[in-house]
C-alpha cells in the first residue's frame, strides 16, 4: 500500500493484517520509514530503485524499529522518482499510483507495417523495429524518437535505453544488509517469465545459502536471465553508482 488512507483505514479496521509499503510511497529514509512504521504499523518496506547499495546498507543499519526491507532485484528498471512519475499519465491519462502501471496494456498495441514492426501507447508512436531486432514494451521513458541533433536527424533513445535490472552479483551484500526480501518485478509479464526468472533467482540464493564463502555467479544464471530481460541487457542501476 501506498495510499495514507488506506494505510489508515486497513490500520484501523484490519490491525491483524501485515501491512507492507509500496515502492509508490518512495520512502527512501529513516524519518520516512518511522512515520509509516509509528502511525500504520507497517511491517515492511518496499525501497526505491534509486538507493545505491551502500544507502541500502546505511538504512538497514539505522533503523530504529524492527520494520523489514524489500528491495528489487531483477526487472523492468525505472529511472524516475517511484511514486513521483506522471509521465505516462500525459498520453494515457493514467499514471502508475491510478493504475498500477506504466503502459496500461488496454492502450498498448503493435502494428506491422512497411517500415517494420511498432510499438504504440494510446495511438502515439514509442518505437518501431526492424527484422529480427528485440522489441520492448512501449513504455514512453524507453521510447526510441526521432530529432534533429546538431543539424542531422538521428534517432534515439532520449531517456533512457530498454534494459532490465539484475542484482545477482550483490547477493551477498543484500544478505548483509539483513534484507528481508528481494522483489522481482512481474507486473504485466507472463506467467512462464514469473517461473523463469524465479527458479533462477531461487537457484542463486539456494548457492549463497549453501555456501556463502564461495558464491558467484554463473553463466547459465545470468544467460537465462538474459533472455527474458528488456533490450536483452541488464544493470545494476543505482546500486553500483560511485558517488554513494
Known amino acids: 500500500m501506498a495510499d495514507i488512507a488506506v494505510l489508515e483505514y486497513a490500520a ?16 527512501t529514509n529513516v524519518a520516512a520509514i518511522d512515520f509509516y512504521q509509528k502511525n500504520f504499523n507497517v511491517k515492511r518496506v518496499v525501497l526505491p530503485r534509486v538507493l545505491s547499495i551502500h544507502q541500502v546498507k546505511q538504512l538497514s543499519r539505522n533503523l530504529t524499529s524492527d520494520v523489514e526491507l524489500e528491495v528489487f532485484a531483477f526487472g523492468s528498471l525505472c529511472i524516475m522518482s517511484e511514486g513521483r512519475c506522471y509521465l505516462s499519465s500525459y498520453m494515457t491519462g493514467e499514471s502508475p499510483n491510478t493504475v498500477g502501471a506504466c503502459s496500461p496494456a488496454k492502450y498498448v498495441r503493435w502494428q506491422e507495417t512497411e517500415q517494420g514492426l511498432e510499438s504504440r501507447l494510446n495511438d502515439i508512436l ?22 534533429e541533433v546538431d543539424g542531422v536527424s538521428k534517432r ?53 545459502q549453501r555456501d556463502p564463502a564461495n558464491y ?25 553508482r560511485k558517488w554513494q
Open 12 to 27: 484501523k479496521h484490519y490491525p491483524e493484517l501485515e501491512l507492507h509499503l509500496s515502492v509508490q510511497a518512495s520512502a
Open 156 to 208: 534515439y533513445h532520449a531517456l533512457e535505453e530498454p534494459t532490465s535490472l539484475n542484482t545477482l552479483s550483490l547477493l551477498p551484500e543484500l544478505f548483509a544488509a539483513n534484507v528481508a526480501s528481494v522483489k522481482i518485478e512481474g507486473r504485466q509479464r507472463s506467467p512462464a517469465y514469473v517461473e523463469h526468472v524465479t527458479r533462477t533467482w531461487r537457484a542463486a540464493i539456494d548457492a549463497y
Open 126 to 147: 514509442i518505437d518501431r523495429y526492424a527484422d529480427g531486432e528485440n522489441a520492448g514494451y512501449p513504455t514512453l521513458c524507453k521510447g526510441r524518437f526521432e530529432a
Open 216 to 240: 558467484q555467479v554463473q553463466p547459465s544464471w545470468d544467460k537465462a536471465l538474459a533472455n527474458v530481460s528488456e533490450g536483452t541487457q541488464t544493470t545494476l542501476g543505482a546500486y553500483h
